[in-house]
């Protein structure tokens, strides 16, 4: 029978929980697992995150709270990588992490994205621990539509992806989407993927209520300008062009303030060098405002001082930084895609717009954003939906469920040993 006490060792190979969302490549992963770990840490387990050293700077280890350790292992170069890079490093990093295990060993190991996956997965087997994994975002082949998800950044990921789905001992899916692609998509065993809904700070991502908030207020409501957000790494995935074309179709004097925030992965500068160009092919410069990647309390605040947050993104497995806004108190206008329909209540906390034929369209978007700034009654009602929504969903709750799931785990796969012991015995 395993104890109370768990020791989790997380896996997140090419992005670190110390990185800011936002910037390199970190993003809604990097939010979800520190989240997730600190919540394990304040139940009283003992928590390990092993990620690739990408910088000189930080310590080997680095201990983040109570129970909760960072572990910087050196393979390949102490560099930011682009993603597709990290293939090349998955079998010194496993080899590095059988030696942190042998070292200090875990009773369980969980992967983040498939590159974890693959460099973790000899390494549950040799030390005989079980290996749950979680994807965060499923490749599509390469002709496929962005709205079919990412592409595969490097040659092995789709193969990857679908070895994991068939050999590890658990998937752990954000959305019931995601579950639904990775049994269709990857041929998984539905009966070894179970869904652990996220949560959100709702301390830190909260309405606004500051005497600037009142400001912003009556500067709106005597004709100034409302303000429109996105946020998130600048990848196409992303769909920020669509805004950025949709803000330009609207009535100039009805548009709203345009509020970009995140900064391009690290292959990702031709993205971001179009955006800029589209904002000043539309003649937008003096209304949109590029911040880069923003610490979590500069992003709450300027989340909670927007009208709307717009996510035009073609494909997400849950999409976290709606929930974010809900929390906020702040509707969102998001595309009906993937784990979007779960983080946004059509009509109730927000607005999703049908992926075909109007999911691309500009027009279609400039009409929802408009009808909405210009309707502050429902804005309002919207956005205490999204906050009631929001309170229901916390980051404690989301650790509980994981906790379940690994001892269900733990416990089935503990149960053939404890049989063939009992047999031994008996003979």
Known sequence: MHSQRLRIGFVMLHTSPLDVPGTKDAGGMNVVVRAQAEALARAGHEVTIFTRRSDPAPAPRTVLASGLTVVQIDAGPPRLLAKGEHEGVMDRFGELLDAELRAAPVELLHAEHWFSGIAALPVARAHGVPLVQSYHSIAAPPESPLGAGERPESPGRLAGERRLAHEVDLVIAVSEAERRTVIERLDGDEDRVRVVPLGVDTELFHPCDSPECEEDRDWFGSGGRPEAIVVGRLHPLKGFDLVIDAIAVMDPARRPMLRVVGSPPPDGDDYARSLHEAVARHGLLATTAFDGALRRRDLAERIRRASIMLVPSHSETFGLVALE???????????????????????????????????????????????????????????????????????????????????????????????????????
Do not use: F, N
């Not at 009409?367 to 009654?377: F, N, T, V, Y």
């Not at 980051?395 to 799931?405: C, F, G, I, Q």
């Open 325 to 427: 806004a809900a929390a906020s108190g702040v509707p969102v206008i998001a595309r009906d895609a993937g784990g979007l329909r779960e983080a946004v209540i059509d009509g109730e906390t927000g607005v999703l717009i049908p992926v075909d034929p109007a999911g691309d369209d500009p027009r279609v978007w400039a009409e929802a954003i408009d009808r909405l700034l210009a309707d502050a009654p429902r804005r309002e009602r919207m956005g205490a939906a999204a906050r009631a929504y929001a309170l229901r969903r916390s980051w404690d709750a989301s650790a509980a469920r994981l906790l379940e799931v690994y001892r269900e785990l733990l416990a089935r796969v503990s149960a053939p040993a404890q049989r063939e012991t009992s047999v031994v015995s008996k003979e």
